[in-house]
């Protein structure tokens, strides 16, 4: 999985999880050749590994054995993890076809993992219980529909999405679409609590912290639930009630498409060309969990744009790990936590291979970025569950 040898690095993931729902023995290698798998011989595995085009090595077992020895030496930052079994996986998203795409929808279809996708009627309904992994697809949980008041409100595409939001909360039994979006939150963040593994990108990260630390309180304007937000609604917000965020100012304004200070877009001045971020170098034997989070074959990772870009490190609470930063701008672009007995991630940006990518913009074209270190980095996250029960020594 090093930079130079692997042809596809996406796609292997796929065949690791293929491995694991075939019952086969693997082990994730950490800080070896790139964040390397070892996998079971089997023929099958082999096959798959020339159908999808993903290199790979057979060795002997002497050979397996001595790399296993060189990862155990106390003086290496190595580890070997073993993975147990493959995840069953949900995507929250909306089930039709939305004007723009999901990172994390294309990169598990790209790397042939299956998923099943699943919305406000399945998580209320409690069907969250049946997975180990959710990914929440780009989504607004405060009820102000993505905030494209400003610039889309005549188009007809947000016409419907607005209906339809509205339809469904009222078949769910709720007056508003932010108290209905309100109670999916509280679900995932139960779900969580409990133990699931939570990963999200782009605005799903904020509004959904913000629509927690929001509850009780209306926030939203009447152009988006015909009746005015609550005075000085502010000094009302919980930040207790958040999973990574705190001190977060609101945006009132209903026509910035802008959720609140949590987001770096507006104020960033950094040129495409030299927008990258580093990833967070992690003792792999003593913090097992961060160091699978960040396996890439390099630490500089291209920087990419979305509603939500990037976390103010300010608004960042204490207990998160920094996984990726930009530190020109003092920017967390990629954050972990835990919740209760679970975990989430949150990822800043829309799509790892889109710099601005705009309602409207072609679909991106994996099979041109095979290599992508940051859609890697979003299918660290979907394997990790795979070894989720593993001791932490800290």
Partial sequence: MNHDNQKNHLKAYGIVYFSL???????????????????????????????????????SDAKSQLILEEISAPSSNKEAVTLEKAPKIAVYSPKDKMPWDDAVTMVLSYAEIPFDVIYDK??????????????LHHEDFTGQYGKFYGSFRTAPWYIQQKQEAEKLAKELGFSKVSDEKLAVAKKIRDYVIGGGFMFAMCSATDSFDIALAAEGVDIAEAMFDDDAS????????????????????????????????IDMTNKRNIPKTSDYFSLIEFSAKW???????????TVLVKGFMGQTTSFDR?????????????????????????????????????????????????KTELDLHPNSPGYRLILNNVLFPAAKKQKQKT
Wanted: proline share 3%; glycine share 8%; aromatic share 12%.
């Fill in 314 to 362: 300010n608004t960042v609470k204490t207990n998160l790990l920094i996984l990726g930063e930009n530190t020109v701008n003092r920017e967390a672009r990629y954050i972990h936590g835990t919740k209760g007995k679970g975990l989430f991630t949150f990822y800043g940006g829309h799509d790892p291979e889109d710099y601005t990518h705009r309602v409207g913009d072609p």
């Fill in 122 to 135: 399945e998580i209320l309904a409690d069907k969250l219980l049946l997975y180990e992994w959710l990914h």
């Fill in 230 to 261: 609550d005075i000085n609604y502010q000094s009302k917000i919980d930040y207790n009630k958040t999973f990574a965020f705190k001190d977060f100012l609101l945006e009132k304004n209903p026509s910035v498409y802008e959720f609140s200070s």
């Fill in 287 to 297: 913090d097992p969990i961060p160091t699978m989070l960040t396996q890439n074959h």
């Fill in 21 to 59: 729902q075939n019952g086969l023995k693997a082990k994730w290698l950490l800080n070896h050749d790139g964040g390397a798998f070892l996998i079971e011989n089997n023929k099958a595995i082999e096959n798959e590994c020339k159908i999808r085009g993903v290199s790979y090595e057979i060795i």
